[in-house]
């Protein structure tokens, strides 16, 4: 008894780990994307052309609203996956 | 038929619509009143969020705003798309865990004080009545202008309605009204956006028209970016903000958005932890289908005005421009007298000028549509209105009839009177809301934007500490919510009201506008909090558990036993 409470503590805490893990990832991502090349970059990435656009002004207008989009709906699924490894699932 | 009697078909039929759901849906119990019975669907609450996150500015305004600032409009399509990361990542998994049904009860709860719930009601009650206030005004503007009615007669048309599913339908009855109104107002903004983006590059999805060729062989934006330039005025694709501003106020709405109340409260209507975060994602798509296309109504908006306009005789002008001239959206006046009208930087020689909101309004007749689609617009303009509306008025009157009364003031209250209670506090709320929309104080459309920097300051960083510190506590929380709104309100207040004059990036720390200090402002809100928490005692053992609890998706009843 006192073992499965200390494993499910443990397992718990494994979780929550994994958890900030992903979170980290995709922050970088979400960062990267929007305020490094739609802000902080824009003028670098602008030298490149994408066919009608300069590349930091489209992802600027553009891009990074798509990442956000990829960013949450792999988080919805990377976490449907860990969830049920840790069996913490509902 | 001529537009206004399709407008009156139209409008009319979407509100016997509105009406027909809420009616249908009406709320029997607080739990559906509040949270709509948590039992929506995730792709239904993603579509009502999105609908009450599209106002009528978003609607009518943004694509207008876009092709006069270019560059610069990034910081609203990343600001207000961004937040939504934020939400399904740090913060909708664990508030619909928590379970409760507002923003104060959490802050109350976790930090284990009256204080911090009063301090987080007052907080609540604040942002979203600036907010509510500036939605009544859009409503009543939208009336006047496609119903030809005085603009508080709008106001007033726009309270009834909205009294009448808000108050009858509560959370349960706005969720699938905004369902409807999403769909009313999706396709009215991109039916006209199709038909000018295929007019002007060929290709019917403006998002990639955008970026495509124009007749002659040139790419729109070079060709734009060249028109503007040669009128004096800065490249479209380059901004004219320093880049700590972009970044600060970028930051400011992403994370607003983040912790606005009636934003964060639709994560408590589905009835998974997993459907909390999939909502967030469909909510990011269906927002996302207006917000990449307002950058390319934006675009094709400044290139049909400069190529119809400028330079051309005045006698000799499209349809569209005289009538819109009508409204007074578009004013042209020969000063130099050569007959031609000319659009310039310079203010003195300049002849043209446009309002931004006519870059959707008059889409559908530039693009030649016929008259159904002018009335659809319509439409679309009063959905987005109506729905943020509701959904704003919706938290003022759960803050006061759940969070004052039930949690403060009359804690026993019968389920039943509490319902009633929430019922006369919409009412309230919506007629304080229409009296600000009939009688605007001068500072409601400013404030509406500091709303984001006032939650980015107060909510946001208390909240995620919330979920992410066991050690975080009372003091530290409502310490750290109090500086964090008094320094940002201090700085607005400073440079709006006290010293306009001032208002400018000489005078502004760092270099950062009003619109952006909300950002600094989340930043000390984190140092003062976390530094106060570690002088003052841990939380106790209950809430140390309360947080483990709400990290972990499964429900209560495999709880560990303690």
């Not at chain 2, 996150?53 to 943004?62: G, R, V």
């Not at chain 2, 999403?182 to 060929?202: D, E, K, R």
Request: net charge neutral.
């Amino acid at each position: 008894m006192i073992n499965d409470i200390k494993n499910e503590d443990h397992s718990r805490s494994a979780y929550w780990r994994a958890n900030i893990k992903i979170l980290a990832y995709l922050l970088i991502i979400w960062f990267t994307t929007s305020f490094l090349f739609g802000i902080v970059f824009v003028k670098e990435l602008n030298l490149i052309k994408m066919g009608g656009f300069k590349l930091g002004f489209w992802f600027a207008q553009q891009g990074a609203i798509y990442v956000f989009i990829l960013v949450i709906f792999f988080y919805v699924w990377r976490m449907n996956k860990l969830d049920k490894e840790f069996d913490v699932d509902e | 038929m001529d537009i206004l009697t399709w407008t009156y078909i139209i409008v009319g039929l979407t509100f016997v619509l509105y009406i027909f759901i809420a009616i249908k849906t009406r709320a029997s119990s607080t739990k559906e009143f509040y949270i709509a019975g948590g039992g929506v669907s995730p792709i239904a609450n993603g579509i009502a969020t999105a609908a009450d996150w599209m106002s009528a500015a978003s609607f009518i305004s943004m694509a207008g705003l876009i092709s006069f600032m270019g560059y610069d409009g990034s910081v609203y399509l990343m600001g207000w798309t961004g937040g939504y990361v934020l939400l399904a990542l740090l913060l909708a998994p664990y508030l619909r865990k928590f379970g409760k049904y507002t923003v104060p009860d959490f802050v109350g709860d976790r930090y284990y004080s009256q204080t911090a719930r009063l301090v987080a009601v007052v907080a609540a009650i604040f942002i979203s009545f600036t907010y509510v206030a500036g939605q009544m005004r859009g409503v009543g503007i939208v009336f006047s202008r496609f119903l030809e009615v005085d603009i508080n007669t709008g106001v007033v048309i726009g309270m009834i309605i909205v009294v009448f599913y808000a108050v009858l339908g509560g959370m349960k009855g706005i969720t699938y009204t905004q369902v409807a109104q999403y769909c009313v107002l999706i396709f009215a903004y991109m039916v006209p956006a199709i038909f000018i983006s295929l007019q002007l590059t060929g290709n019917p999805i403006p998002q990639l028209g955008f970026g495509g060729t124009l007749d002659d062989g040139t790419y729109l934006l070079d060709k734009v970016d060249g028109l503007l330039t040669e009128l004096g005025f800065t490249a479209y694709t380059s901004g004219s903000k320093e880049m700590i501003d972009v970044f600060f106020i970028t930051a400011a709405l992403m994370v607003g958005t983040a912790g606005l109340p009636h934003v964060i409260v639709r994560f408590f209507t589905v009835p998974k932890v997993k459907d909390a975060r999939k909502s967030a994602g469909y909510a990011l798509l269906f927002i996302a289908i207006l917000y990449t296309t307002a950058p390319a109504v934006g675009a094709f908006g400044i290139y049909n005005m400069i190529t119809n306009i400028n330079d051309k005789k005045i006698d000799s002008l499209p349809a569209w421009v005289q009538n819109w001239q009508k409204t007074g959206l578009i004013k042209i006046e020969d000063k130099n007298l050569d007959g031609r009208i000319l659009y310039q930087n310079d203010k003195l020689k300049n002849e043209l000028t446009i309002d931004k909101d006519i870059m959707v309004l008059a889409n559908p007749e530039i693009a030649g549509l016929p008259n159904w689609v002018v009335a659809l617009v319509a439409a679309g303009g009063l959905a987005a209105a109506l729905s943020t509306a509701a959904g704003l008025l919706l938290v003022i009157s759960t803050a006061i009839s759940r969070d004052l009364l039930k949690n403060a003031l009359a804690p026993n209250i019968s389920e039943k009177k509490e319902l009633l209670f929430a019922r006369f506090s919409a009412i309230f709320a919506v007629i304080v809301a229409g009296y600000f929309g009939v009688n605007p104080p001068g500072f409601v459309a400013e404030v509406v934007a500091f709303a984001f920097g006032l939650a980015a300051a107060s909510f946001f960083p208390i909240i995620i500490m919330g979920i992410f510190s066991k050690r975080m506590n009372k003091e530290g929380a409502i310490a750290g919510m109090i500086v964090g709104l008094l320094f940002t309100l201090g700085y607005l207040i400073y440079f709006k009201f006290l010293n306009p004059t001032l208002n400018n990036k000489d005078n502004w720390w760092f270099g950062i506008s009003p619109e952006g200090i909300g950002t600094l402002g989340m930043v000390l809100n984190f140092l003062v909090s976390i530094a106060i928490s570690i002088f003052t005692p841990a939380p106790p053992k209950h809430i140390q558990d309360l947080v483990e609890e709400i990290r972990i998706p499964r429900g209560a009843t495999s709880a560990v036993i303690h």
